[in-house]
């Protein structure tokens, strides 16, 4: 159906709903001459008179009553739907699929979890920990959370958190019988921790920068791991140094379980971003998800 066929029918219905062309000129917020025009076009379209007019008073005619009788039921679903989609903005439902690294999970979804549950129930929220770089287009997200340099340019990205750092640590036991790093070519002489992207993916080389000097070290030592938590646990056992994100490990270094060195030639890089697809409207469920979680980063 055309826009016009649809916007005559409306008319149409609203001249029978309120018994006068004035009245109907007035809630559809047309003049009544042209709301004439509009029935006088319909009427020539179907072929037959819909509408019994006076001076006084208008009426629909037997084939006007049997098309008002087919068409208030299906104005009347349209508009319920209309006003349900309003309603949606402050009460959003529906699914809601998140893909997210294990890391930003920690970070960003377990916070507020158990709130956001309790704010909007009627949302269905799905929360994939992947750590694989998946395509949140082929597998079906509504939306991801990742490290900004890790980003497809063609996507919507929200900021989660400032500039990152990394940190090397080594707990006082492990440093008791090794001298402190000085320079990073010094590990090569230490026993580091190494860490394996997940997905059977390449050990991670570490990166350090100073000023405009750059540079990738292959870690030697015994333990490989492909959690950061498990990490963790390894640095504060004394088995070796660590390099992770700083506010991992900055509980532990504030508390004296950790010991930072190196912090000079620690780079710092893009934070964590919320990203989807682009798109001219944010579903509300997600939108008040985005919300939740700037309010409460």
């Not at 509408?51 to 009426?59: A, D, G, M, Q, Y």
Request: glycine share 6%; proline share 6%; net charge neutral.
């Amino acid at each position: 159906m055309r826009g016009a066929e649809f916007s005559e029918l409306k008319a149409f219905a609203t001249i029978v709903e309120e018994g006068s062309f004035v009245r109907a000129a007035a809630r559809l917020r047309i003049s009544p001459p042209a709301l004439s025009q509009t029935i006088r076009v319909l009427e020539e379209r179907v072929g037959v008179r819909l509408l019994n007019r006076t001076t006084r008073s208008v009426s629909p005619t037997a084939a006007g009553e049997t098309l008002f009788a087919r068409l208030a039921p299906a104005f009347n679903e349209l508009e319920g739907a209309v006003a349900d989609a309003h309603a949606s903005r402050d009460r959003p439902a529906g699914s809601l699929r998140i893909n997210v690294p294990r890391i930003a999970a920690m970070r960003f979804i377990v916070p507020i979890l158990g709130d956001f549950r309790r704010a909007y129930p009627d949302i269905a929220l799905t929360i994939i920990v992947d750590d694989t770089l998946t395509d949140i287009v082929e597998g079906r997200f509504d939306a991801g959370i990742r490290l900004g340099e890790r980003l497809h340019k063609d996507m919507v990205a929200v900021k989660l958190s400032d500039e990152l750092e990394m940190a090397a640590v080594a707990a006082p036991s492990y440093l008791e019988d090794h001298p402190i790093p000085r320079h990073p070519a010094d590990l090569h002489h230490h026993q580091c921790i190494s860490f394996q992207w997940p997905g059977g993916g390449n050990i991670y080389r570490w990166e350090f920068a100073r000023g405009q000097r750059a540079l990738e070290i292959a870690v030697n030592g015994g333990l490989t791991v492909n959690d950061t938590e498990l990490m963790i646990r390894a640095a504060l056992d004394g088995i070796g140094v660590a390099y992770m994100l700083d506010y991992q490990v900055r509980p532990w270094i504030e508390a004296g379980k950790l010991i930072r060195f190196l912090e000079a030639w620690s780079p710092r890089f893009p934070g964590f971003y919320l990203y989807h697809a682009s798109s001219r409207q944010v579903p509300p469920a997600l939108r008040v998800f985005i919300d939740f979680l700037l309010a409460r980063r």
